[in-house]
């Protein structure tokens, strides 16, 4: 008997009416027949993603609201439980090495032509943190939900243009071109931009919570990077060179999407950084790094 726990009344919530388990356990609907075992394994993993990727979206609409005010405390938090969530993501993979090649082929054709190359939350997450394209969304045109979401991240401002917005209202010397963009097209690099950052990073104990907001930006960026790599790695351990199934070029295509930044003066901002040391007799040219999820103990306005 366990104590403290009452019988639930008749329309009382419990967990299970909560999270809709029933609903839940019953949405993998394997197209193998006979049922091949390791389907089910290949499909709650790919549902157990978009669920990840759903709060993700939440947390990134977060981060954007709270932008609008200045609220880099609050922004912070939103960022760590993305980069925790990220790191989730990659291991997530490990699970799906267990399925050999062998298992994988016993039901892989029936998968044709849906292709991972159509996760509308995905691309939507992509196109929040600057990533966009609209040439993707021919891949979604006979999918109306998707469609809107896709155009309506397009016309929207991305998480970049708002944290560049913030840090201009801040006092920082943001270009005004890169303010006044096009939101609706891909960010263009700008050198001027780089050289602002660069004196951030330079100064970093003077700038310190925008310096850590530019850290867990490149966190999120370098994870997906990581996430990225980590899913080229499996495909090609599971399928190599093979043709993917919604007819990508597979792992030669999934290569090149390692090239992609979406905060590419925060990346480019280090050699500003290692120009001004290498002139200073003395240094190793390095600055170190911080640990973005262990703020300085000694500045009280860190956040929790």
């Known amino acids: 008997m366990t104590e403290g726990l009452t019988e639930p009344q008749k329309g009382q919530l419990t967990y299970n009416s909560y999270l ?13 027949d006979p049922p091949q075992h390791d389907e089910m394994l290949f499909i709650i993993i790919h549902q157990a993603y978009e669920l990840w990727f759903k709060q993700m979206l939440h947390e990134v609409t977060a981060m954007k609201s709270f932008l609008l005010k200045d609220d880099l405390l609050a922004v912070f938090k939103c960022c760590r439980r993305v980069i925790r969530i990220q790191d989730l993501l990659v291991k997530q993979v490990d699970i799906l090495e267990t399925m050999t090649p ?20 995905f691309r939507v997450f992509e196109f929040q943190l600057g990533l966009k394209r609209k040439s ?5 045109s006979n999918d109306p939900a998707a469609t809107k979401a896709l155009e309506t991240a397009i016309a ?79 495909v090609e351990r599971i399928i190599g060179h093979t043709i993917g199934t919604g007819g990508s070029m597979g792992v030669d295509y999934l290569s090149s999407t390692l090239k992609k930044r979406c905060f590419p003066e925060i990346w480019s901002a280090r050699k500003y950084v290692i120009k001004d040391l290498s002139e200073k007799p003395g240094t190793m040219g390095y600055s170190g790094s911080l640990d973005s999820e262990h703020p300085q103990p000694s500045d009280p306005k860190s956040s929790p």
Not at 105 to 111: A, I
Not at 175 to 204: C, M, W
Request: glycine content about 4%; charged content about 25%.
């Open 20 to 32: 809709k388990v029933g609903e839940l356990i019953n949405l993998q609907v394997l197209q193998s």
């Open 156 to 234: 929207q401002p991305t998480v970049y243009d708002r944290v560049l917005a913030c840090l201009d209202r801040l006092g920082l010397d943001i270009p005004q071109e890169v303010l006044d963009r096009d939101v609706t097209t891909p960010h263009k690099e700008s050198e001027h931009l780089a050289q602002v950052f660069g004196s951030i990073y330079r100064n970093s104990e003077a700038h310190y919570h925008v310096y850590l907001l530019l850290e867990l930006l490149m966190d999120i960026d370098q994870k997906l990077i990581a996430w990225r790599w980590r899913h080229v790695s499996m």
């Open 136 to 140: 993707y969304l021919r891949y979604h």
């Open 102 to 121: 062998n298992d994988f082929n016993r039901f892989r054709e029936l998968l044709n032509p849906a292709s991972g190359f159509q996760s509308a939350q």
